[in-house]
């Protein structure tokens, strides 16, 4: 067996060491104040003892950065007890775990002063008193601690499970009175969230800011005790660079009713990442932010109405082929060429132009000359909308060129807007 007792610096720093030590092993546990992890069925695919702890103390840029203190043994509790001689600056006996002093195990620890009045100082000198003088006068747990120590019975512990869905609460330093002065606790929620997502191998897609209402000194107006802020991205991602810089935007343009205490961030939605794929190409690899994530920052801060996308419809008329959606929500729709009829002009006009009409030819810079036979669209007819019944045409004009026009089917026409050939003319594109 092959043991790691890890001593995070700080108590908010046990959550996400214990999820980055789940990438590793799925045996971990929180004992007392370590984190401790059996290893010895992955050492192989981590490439020893030395590369296993190399890979999970290493700096990874995501927090907690600083490392903690660490020891390892063969059981959890050798490991504990060297840890705790470490952290008190004492040097570790020449025989482990048999000079390891009382008062680094856990079990024994209400009992030293009565055992080292009978000369019992090291684990050893515990092992070697008799088992059912040990069990009467100081009960069945500090036998069972011997026994683990020694491997003469299995150590059990509640082994840390990664939470479904992430969930975590921090209380502020201080009281917030603006939006952004919740990023600084927003950004460590989010190294947190960002441990587990490469734990859990997901990608967040959707995410919620909540903060609480100070409203102590708020007497007599009615708010609500939260407020929300939801952050989604167009693409799963663990990139905690692009997640800072899409919720300080946010936060920017927020309010808050009250000043705030606390703060909460969860994850709404996920899905499995596949991680990032490369390329061997150099101009594949190219440095920055990806298209989508600045597409994300630029909709927060100009507004989703003001960065639009033009997305393909399945229509037949030419000026309902395509709509203007914002980028963020736009679904990427693959551009068929084979579908895109060569007689569609260049240049399509926003909407049609009425031509005038001499007898019985319209005009557009003189008069017009058709050049194809009629090419006839009938559509829309479920909508009512009576101009989609029309007749297109190429046709030249000795002022504009080549233009694309049609006329309305005389069906269309009431009996006062046409007689016999007299129907309506209109121009909606011009050829380059």
Not at 85 to 90: A, H, S, T, V
């Amino acid at each position: 067996m092959y043991w790691i007792a890890l001593s995070p610096t700080h108590d908010d720093d046990f959550t996400p060491w214990g999820w980055r030590a789940l990438q590793f092993t799925p045996r971990v546990a929180r004992v007392d104040e370590a984190i401790l992890l059996e290893a010895s069925a992955s050492l192989k695919l981590w490439g020893g003892r030395k590369g296993l702890r190399a890979r999970l103390l290493a700096d990874t840029g995501v927090e907690p950065a600083t490392a903690p203190d660490w020891a390892h043994g063969k059981t959890a509790r050798t490991a504990l007890g060297l840890l705790r001689l470490q952290r008190r600056g004492e040097a570790a006996p020449a025989k482990v775990p048999e000079g390891l002093p009382l008062d680094v195990l856990t079990e024994a620890v209400p009992h030293v002063p009565v055992l080292e009045r009978i000369g019992c100082r090291t684990w050893g000198d515990l092992q070697a008193l008799p088992r059912p003088g040990v069990a009467r006068r100081f009960g069945d747990a500090l036998l069972n601690a011997i026994d683990c120590v020694f491997g003469t019975k299995p150590e059990i512990y509640p082994w840390l499970q990664l939470p479904e869905d992430f969930d975590m609460n921090v209380e502020l330093m201080s009281l917030a009175t603006t939006a952004p002065e919740l990023m600084w606790s927003a950004q460590r929620l989010l190294t947190h969230l960002q441990v587990w997502l490469q734990a859990r191998n997901r990608g967040v897609v959707a995410l919620e800011l909540e903060w609480t209402l100070d409203l102590r000194r708020l007497n007599g107006v009615k708010l609500p005790p939260c407020e929300q802020m939801v952050v989604r991205t167009a693409q799963p991602t663990q990139d905690i660079t692009h997640l800072r810089r899409l919720v300080s935007e946010h936060l920017s343009r927020a309010n808050l009713s009250a000043p705030a205490s606390y703060l909460r961030l969860r994850s709404l939605e996920t899905m499995p990442f596949g991680g990032i794929s490369k390329s061997l190409l150099p101009e594949d690899n190219v440095k920055g932010e990806r298209l989508h994530q600045l597409i994300e920052r630029l909709s927060v801060r100009l507004g989703e109405d003001n960065v639009v996308v033009p997305v393909p419809q399945a229509d037949h008329r030419a000026e309902a082929m395509q709509q203007w959606k914002p980028a963020r929500h736009a679904t990427a729709t693959p551009f068929d060429a084979a579908a895109c009829d060569p007689i569609y002009p260049t240049w399509l006009l926003r909407e049609p132009l009425r031509l005038p009409v001499r007898q019985h030819v319209p005009h557009f810079g003189g008069p017009l000359r058709r050049l194809t036979r009629l090419h006839r669209v009938e559509t829309a007819w479920w909508t009512g909308d009576a101009s989609a019944l029309r007749d297109y045409f190429v046709a030249k004009s000795e002022a504009a060129g080549f233009v694309w026009i049609y006329r309305e089917r005389p069906q269309q026409l009431s009996d006062s807007e046409t007689s016999g050939k007299d129907y309506r003319w209109f121009l909606q594109g011009l050829y380059a």
